[in-house]
């Protein structure tokens, strides 16, 4: 397995979450990695991304302010820590692995994808 989400669960609206990713060392050193989600019906959508070397952050505008992207390199993981979430942030959260030192808002621009984590914000 390239890549390995976990951290999802049920969370009432404003609790936090915290979401990992493991990645293998060949796919994760030198690349920019992001945090995608999915909801029912709806098309998968950019959530955060972070540069390889973790001096560049991006957010969607939905997620400023609220989740934090970071990365550890020396341990191949990437994590988001969402707060404040809302019950629109139900989703299926994926890592990806972009092809190049930064992290793209685009899905294409990313070639390796996780298996998902499902995120349920109850109202």
């Known amino acids: 397995v390239q890549l390995q989400a976990s951290g999802g669960g049920l969370v009432q609206a404003g609790g936090s979450l915290r979401l990992s990713c493991a990645a293998s060392?060949?796919?994760?050193?030198?690349?920019?990695m992001g945090w995608f989600r999915q909801a029912p019906g709806k098309e998968r959508e950019f959530v955060a991304g972070?540069?390889?070397?973790?001096?560049?952050?991006d957010y969607a505008d939905s997620a400023k302010g609220r989740f934090t992207i970071s990365r550890d390199n020396a341990k191949n993981t990437v994590a988001l820590q969402m707060n404040s979430l809302k019950p629109e942030d139900t989703a299926v959260y994926y890592c990806?692995?972009?092809?190049?030192?930064?992290?793209?808002?685009?899905?294409?621009?990313?070639?390796?994808w996780g298996q998902g984590t499902l995120v349920t914000v109850s109202s």
């Open positions: 060392r060949r796919i994760f050193s030198n690349n920019g």
């Open positions: 972070i540069s390889w070397n973790g001096g560049y952050t």
């Open positions: 990806a692995a972009a092809r190049s030192a930064v992290a793209s808002h685009i899905a294409r621009g990313y070639n390796y």
